[in-house]
C-alpha cells in the first residue's frame, strides 16, 4: 500500500511538470537554456576572449620557456591539454617543457609508456627534446607511496635552470584525481616555489568534486562565477595586461581543434587506452576546459 501511495505521488508530482502545454514549454526553455549556456561560455572563452590578461595571465602568455610538472605518462592531456595548448598556440615563441616524475611503471609498462609520452608532446606542440620521464628508484609509480618531496623538489629545480623555465604549471593539492603520487608533485613544487626567491612563477591546476569533474561542459558557468567579471570586461575592454591580484588565477578553454589535438595527444597513450577511457575523453571537464590558481611565491601576499 506504501509503494502505491508513493508512486501515485511520484506520477502526480510528474503529471504535474509535465501536464499542461505551458508547463511543458516552460520547461523545455529552461532546458535549452542549461545547455545553451555552456556551450557560449566556452565558445566566448575558446575564440573570443582566450587572450585577454584577465583571462591568461601574462605570467604565463609572456614567458619564454613553460615547465608542466606531473606524476604519470598520459597525465599531460588527461589533465592538462587545454592549458598547455592554449598557452603555446596563442604564442609560439613559449617553449614547451613537461617533466613527468615517474614513467608509470606500476604495471611493467615503464619503457612502453616513455615512448608513448613522445607521441603526446609531439601532438601538444612540445618538442621531444623537452619531454622527459625520469626512472628514479624512489620516484617509481606507486598509489599507496607518499613520493620524496625533497627529491622532486632538486628534480624540478634541475630541469627548471637547464632549461631556464620561467613558469611552471603543476596539480594542486588535490591532485585532480587524488593520487598520491600527484599530491607529492604539488607539494613539493609548492614548497619549492615558497621556499626559493629564485623559483619562476608557478601555477596549480584546480581539483573539483568527482561529480563535477564528469560533467562535460556543464561545469563551466559554475567555474566560470569567479570570472565573472573578468570576462564581461575581457568582452568590451581587452587587455594584455594585468595586475599582480588578478594574475593570481586562470581560465582556459579548448577550441574544437584543440580538443581533437588533446585526444590525438591521448591515442599516443595506446596502453592506456580502454572504454572508461573513451568516455573520460568525452565527460571530463579537464580536457575541455582548465582553471587555476596561483602558487604563492616567497614574499607573496597569498
Known amino acids: 500500500m506504501a509503494r502505491k501511495i508513493r508512486d501515485s505521488t511520484i506520477f502526480k508530482a510528474c503529471h504535474w511538470f ?49 615547465l608542466i610538472v606531473t606524476a604519470h605518462p598520459d597525465d599531460e592531456c588527461l589533465f592538462f591539454s587545454p592549458t598547455i595548448l592554449g598557452i603555446l598556440d596563442r604564442n609560439r615563441a613559449i617553449n614547451g ?11 611493467g609498462l615503464g619503457e612502453t609508456r616513455k615512448q ?30 607518499w613520493w620524496d618531496t625533497e627529491l622532486i623538489k632538486s628534480k624540478v629545480k634541475e630541469y627548471v635552470e ?3 623555465v620561467d613558469a611552471i604549471i603543476t596539480f594542486d593539492e588535490g591532485g585532480v584525481s587524488g593520487h598520491i603520487n600527484h599530491r607529492a608533485v604539488s607539494a613539493a613544487v ?38 565573472s567579471w573578468r570576462i564581461i570586461t575581457a568582452v568590451f575592454y581587452p587587455s594584455e595586461k594585468a595586475s599582480p591580484e588578478v594574475s593570481s ?4 578553454a579548448n577550441t574544437w581543434h584543440r580538443y581533437q589535438r588533446t585526444r590525438n595527444a591521448f591515442a599516443s597513450h595506446d596502453s592506456q587506452y580502454s572504454w572508461d577511457r573513451h568516455l573520460y575523453m568525452i565527460l571530463s571537464r579537464y580536457v575541455w576546459f582548465n582553471d587555476l590558481k596561483r602558487i604563492p611565491a616567497k614574499g607573496m601576499a597569498s
Open 97 to 107: 617543457g613537461l617533466l613527468v616524475m615517474s614513467t608509470g611503471n606500476n604495471y
Open 249 to 252: 588565477k586562470a581560465l582556459i
Open 190 to 227: 609548492s614548497e619549492y616555489v615558497v621556499g626559493d626567491e629564485k623559483a619562476p612563477p608557478a601555477y596549480k591546476l584546480v581539483t573539483t568534486a568527482v561529480l563535477r569533474k564528469y560533467t562535460f561542459l556543464f561545469d563551466l558557468p559554475l567555474t566560470a562565477l569567479s570570472f
Open 18 to 66: 509535465v501536464g499542461t502545454r505551458s508547463r511543458r514549454r516552460a520547461l523545455l526553455r529552461v532546458a535549452v537554456v542549461i545547455l545553451i549556456i555552456p556551450l557560449v561560455l566556452q565558445w566566448l572563452l575558446a575564440y573570443v576572449v582566450g587572450r585577454d590578461a584577465r583571462l591568461l595571465p601574462p605570467e604565463l602568455l609572456q614567458a619564454k620557456n613553460v
Open 162 to 164: 637547464k632549461w631556464e
Open 116 to 145: 608513448e609520452l613522445k607521441g603526446s608532446c609531439s601532438a601538444l606542440r612540445i618538442n621531444p627534446s623537452r619531454c622527459e620521464a625520469l626512472d628514479h628508484p624512489s620516484l617509481q609509480d606507486n598509489p599507496k607511496v
